[in-house]
């Protein structure tokens, strides 16, 4: 059995499944890890929803922001209705199926055997594997539990910035939210810079990537994340990046999930125009 991790689909069925024979994957006997953002903007979100549902346990997937946005949707939010290209996702047959599946994906995976942890975008400086696992389960209570849809209305802003134990409630579960699906950089300090998007060299000062903070406490576990086109794939600081920008025609990336070192990725050419107007 061989497990692959693949980076951001965001929609893009064609390529995802090209991919998927690149690889050889056979869902009888391997394992698939994908990063989150699943849908938006891509031409088939609706296609690639159903065919990783479909998968079954053959299959781990872990929610992204985009992922959220769409849940946000289907639970009536709709402020930021126009950010998205789901509306046939949302007027699906099967909608409620597919909403009720996506909703109780985790936040965050990891697989002690293989020594490797999955998280959309990334973690707080200040949490450690354990603590970190447990964040994300206090977000996946909230979001699978009967007053979801007050959490979907709530978790949208960026405040507050900074770790606490103490942070309570909502200010609490839209932090761990916002670590795990949005975080790019930091401050020294663990302080979000949820603002700063582009290139690593393009961000202000004093923000750094927030797997570049020398005391973060993950720093001794493997993971592997999505959420950044911009940095393109990275394996450094036990951190492997495989957004590859598939939605704006770049690649969409896998990398073998396993204990060994050499670990190599393998990329298939996106076309261009997969971005929806």
Not at 108 to 136: N, R
Not at 186 to 203: A, I
Request: with cysteine.
């Amino acid at each position: 059995m061989t497990t692959y991790a693949i980076g951001d689909i965001q929609g893009c069925y064609d390529p995802f499944r090209r991919l998927l024979d690149k690889l050889e994957f056979d869902p009888a006997r391997d394992e698939l890890w994908l990063v989150g953002d699943l849908v938006n903007r891509g031409p088939d979100s609706l296609g690639v929803l159903r065919y990783v549902r479909d998968l079954g346990e053959a299959a781990v997937v872990v929610l992204g922001n985009h992922d959220l946005h769409l849940l946000a949707l289907g639970a009536g939010n709709v402020k930021t209705a126009a950010m998205s290209s789901l509306h046939d996702v949302l007027m699906a047959p099967d909608r409620e199926e597919l909403l009720h599946w996506l909703r109780h994906r985790p936040l965050m995976h990891y697989d002690a055997s293989k020594d490797f942890a999955m998280v959309h975008a990334g973690l707080a400086p200040q949490w450690d594997l354990l603590q970190a696992l447990s964040c994300a389960r206090e977000v996946e209570a909230a979001l699978q539990g009967p007053e979801y849809r007050g959490f979907l209305h709530g978790m949208y802003g960026n405040q507050p910035a900074k770790w606490s134990p103490t942070l309570k409630g909502m200010d609490r579960l839209r932090f761990i939210t916002n670590c795990m699906t949005r975080m790019r950089y930091c401050l020294p300090d663990g302080t979000l810079g949820l603002k700063e998007k582009g290139p690593v060299g393009t961000q202000s000062k004093p923000y750094i990537p927030w797997f570049e903070i020398p005391w973060r406490a993950s720093s001794d576990f493997r993971l592997v994340i999505g959420h950044w086109s911009t940095l393109g794939y990275m394996a450094k600081d036990n951190v492997w990046a495989l957004d590859t920008g598939c939605l704006w025609g770049r690649s969409l990336t896998a990398i073998p999930i396993r204990k060994k070192k050499d670990i190599e990725p393998i990329s298939l050419d996106c076309p261009t125009g997969a971005l929806r107007d």
